[in-house]
């Protein structure tokens, strides 16, 4: 009994365990309701933030490419289906917040219980699995990423430029180009513009992409950048084709994107790269930064800027800014400043310097440094590592051992030096640096050059025409590369530095026997060694521009062997020694301006001597040996007011000769017949075949057939004068472009054609067929171009643009019906300053006229300062093309006919109606002739006068009520002492008023005199009203009109008298 006793104890014990253990759970299943509840709100929170985390990273992997794993796709859809499980579980809470505790109720609440207890453990469940899927995903990368850098704040100039390039962004730009001198600052500028996208409120772009290019362009590298920014996946072993290809199809999900490419030197072929090209893309962006402005041209910019140096201010900031405080110490600011002078406001040189200085109190380290830029080569610590070898990247990338010659000859030239383009490509073309071919004098590969190194920012515009600089850093960069070169370049660089002598020792310590170049130009040297140098492979010396140089020892040269360029222009030496006969490699010899030189040794040995300038010199004769100069191409006369002869037979021995110029020479050149023992034009026909410049003087016309012009045509640029016994000289110009002509014809003093001969030429040939230009100036005995046309043999039928200036004699330009009867392609007419000149053209001969227009092309006429000049043309003429006109200073001009029938100038040209000091006849009738100025249409462009002094006055004179009444209050002028009165419309209410003169709105004169008064008009747009504050001042009342002033109402202002006299003189001789 105690057996089964116990046994049914144990069993009623573990039964009652187990039931009390059930009762327990779902008793705490149910009483734990509220916190599961609270519980899953929560978690669920957590969990919807990470499912939105999951999508963006797997959207962002499906758009990159990406496989997504097995796990997250499964994890995806069990949290989809546990959604709907959740949302009615809050549902069905949502409407019983409190559940009933009462006794029926429990089982129901068990269940929900258990339902809660359930989906909480699910969602733990995903929360926990969740963060086992990262390395499946990508991450979303940021819009736009921060890139370390320097800031601009505070520097206006490159603040500007960054709202330049932040405006062009917002515009239609879709290749923007930033371009300048290395260490400029153009990185700084991008991340600037990068931090600042990163900044802005709004995101103009999805992703902003910054990639560093560099040098040695390895297109992998760039898009190693490019993916890594994406968060693309980079594989070692992939093609740049494979990678082009995953970048595109990236780069093709975004909608809008910003791709900066820094420091780039060549052109990138985006499709190479993977990049959609703005042109399809219609949001790809692209900003890029080089050096070279053919980069920029290469990868087809829609907009290129520009980075300039900083300015002086802005310098200084930058210097202070690196320097710290110790630069505006007393006794070391003016240092400090001289140093931010010598950095040529380069902000990479200057930060160099500034945190070279940093600290450094003591006024000697600052002196030394200052002395330490001043030389070409600095030792300052930083120059070479940080300024130069940055610098000399830009040399490195000039494709060719010639354009790299040619830039560090650039060196030889003093700093800030205007180097004049001619000169350059004449050095470059003496030592063999560009290929001429067959034309010598050929500029066309030196301009390339030049072009190109100004693109690549080495050489700048210079500030005269036809002139290049080197900013000063660029040059000391430049004397660095050349003081050590290797490949044929190492020069000695010592112009524009003050020196008063040369001594040997300059030489031995720059071991002058490996001396390439040598530059002494633009000091104060007085003397040279008198040792020999030995420069044995130095092919340049130049000393020109040292004014004191009298002498050329004799032993100088002789170490110079190897010399291609002699260059003494602008000094004072009288002789050359006969060592510079050794020189026997010697290609270029410019003696210019070297105005006491007499006589030079005999040349005969110099047989390989291009190019010979004697200008500006003194010489009486050619020197001896010329004609033994078979290769010479170029020699320069100019100025040689002495040279008095030249023996027959020497310069048709120059058979190579491409350009002579004689510019105001002594010599003349003789007509055949005429030698006296001196050289002929015929002479100069065995160098036709390759003369491209003639600049000579003549004793008379050199032709008289047809046949014998032949060689005119094969001049490019021609000027031949022909002396009279009167004056100076004729002078006939010719330059010629294919097919385009302009002629120049120049007399000074009363000279006419004279006994030039010449006559009829005209009758059998025309001289220049495709002549576009003409100009006449100080022509005297001359009455119109049709004369000089026939004397000359110019038919002038291409003719486009005539121009008279100082020819007092004529009368008028062309005489119709004659030698000319019509110019069909004439554009352009300009006469001025021609005190007999009456009319344009003129019919005296009473010969038959074309019915056809004279000049129906015709589209600017200025006349200017004729006081004689009466009638412009016949009435029948018209001018369908003319777009301008200005008259000024025609005293005696009564008439201007031109009407709307006959001179329509269309308001939308450009065009200008000028008109003063035109004493207009009174209208007799009603006719619309009587008004020239009636059916002129004027467009609303700005039209300014200004006419004044004691020279020249201009008057409105109205002259009835009723004109004033037309004219009142539609523009202002000043008159006299601030005087301000109202008159006449202005733009396009010119024609709507004046073109009614049969309704009697009144009559308008100008006049001109010397009254003293003075006039400034200036009309712009339709109205222009009246300034009452000026007539305030000057009548002293602030109701007057417009009328009152006109009409008289007014009493007259004292400092008005001479305007009044000169009124009274005009209407006296109106009456």
Known sequence: MEVVAAAVGALVTTTSQLLCSCVSSKTNTTFNLHSNLAAVEEEMKSLTDRIEEVKRETEAAEREGKEIRAQVVTWLKDVETLQPRVNAIQGQMGNNKRPSRCFLNCRKRYRASREVEETLKEIERLLLLAPSFDSGLTRVPEAVVYIPGPSIQGQTTASKKLDEIRKALDDEFKRIGIWGLGGVGKTTLVKNLNNQLREASTQPFGIVIWATVSKNLVIKNVQKQIAERLNLEVKMDESEQGMASRLYKRLEKEKKFLLILDDVWAKIDLDTLGVPVPEVHKGCKIVLTSRRMEVCRTMTTDLDITVEVLNDVEAWQLFCQKAGDVADLEEIKPLAEAIVKECCRLPLAIITVGAAMRKKTKVELWRHALKELQRSVPSIEGIEAEVYKPLKLSYDSLQGNNIKSCFLYCCLFPEDFEIEINNLVQYWRAEGLIDVGQNWANMDEGISLIENLKDSCLLEEGPVWETVKMHDVVRDVAIWISSSSEDGCKSLVRSGIGLSEISAEEFSNSNSNSLDRVSFMGNNITRLPDCMIQCSKASTLLLQDNKALDTVP???????????????????????????????????????????????????????????????????????????LSELRILNLDFTEKLKSIQPGIISKLSCLESL???????????????????????????????????????GIPWDKAED???????????????????????????KKGVLSMVLIFLPRKNGLGG????????????????????????????????????????VNSLKSIEVEFCHQMKYLLSCGDFIQTLPNLEEIKVRNCVNFEELFNNESGQNISPNPMVPKLRILQLEFLPKFKILCRYEETWPCLEQVVVRGCKGLRRLPLTNQNAVIESSKPELLL???LPFETAQTSDSKAHWYCNLKLGSRMIQEMIGGELLDFMIVLHDSKAVKTFCSRMHFSLGAGCSTAAGPAGRVLEADLRAGDRGSGMCYTYSCSKGAFVGVSLEGNVVATRMDTNLHFYGDPYLTTSDILLGMVSKPKTAEPLYAALEDLFSNLR
Not at 668 to 686: H, N, Y
Not at 759 to 779: Q, T
């Open 661 to 699: 110029s004689m510019w105001r020479s002594g010599f003349c050149f003789r007509l055949k017949g005429e030698e006296d023992g001196q050289a002929t034009f015929e002479e100069l026909k065995s160098s036709f075949n390759r003369l491209h410049y003639l600049n000579i003087s003549l004793n």
């Open 915 to 917: 008109l003063e000091s």
């Open 554 to 628: 004799e032993k100088f040269l002789q170490g110079f062997e190897a010399l291609k360029v002699l260059d003494l222009s602008r000094t004072s030496i009288r002789s050359l020694p006969h060592s510079l006969l050794q020189l026997r490699d010697l290609r270029v010899l410019l003696l210019s301006y070297c105005h006491n030189l007499e006589e030079l040794p005999s040349l005969g040995t110099l047989t390989k001597l291009r190019e010979l300038d004697l200008g500006s010199t003194c010489i009486a004769n050619l020197p001896r040996g010329i004609e033994n």
């Open 709 to 735: 012009l032949s060689w005119i045509y094969r001049i490019s640029d021609l000027e031949l004068r022909f002396p009279q016994p009167q004056g100076r000289s004729c002078l006939l110009t010719i330059k």
């Open 756 to 795: 030039s001969g010449g006559g009829g030429c005209a009758a059998r040939c025309d001289l220049l067929p495709n002549l576009e230009k003409f100009r006449l100036s100080g022509m005297k005995n001359l009455n119109s171009i049709s004369e000089l046309a026939g004397h000359l043999g110019l038919r």
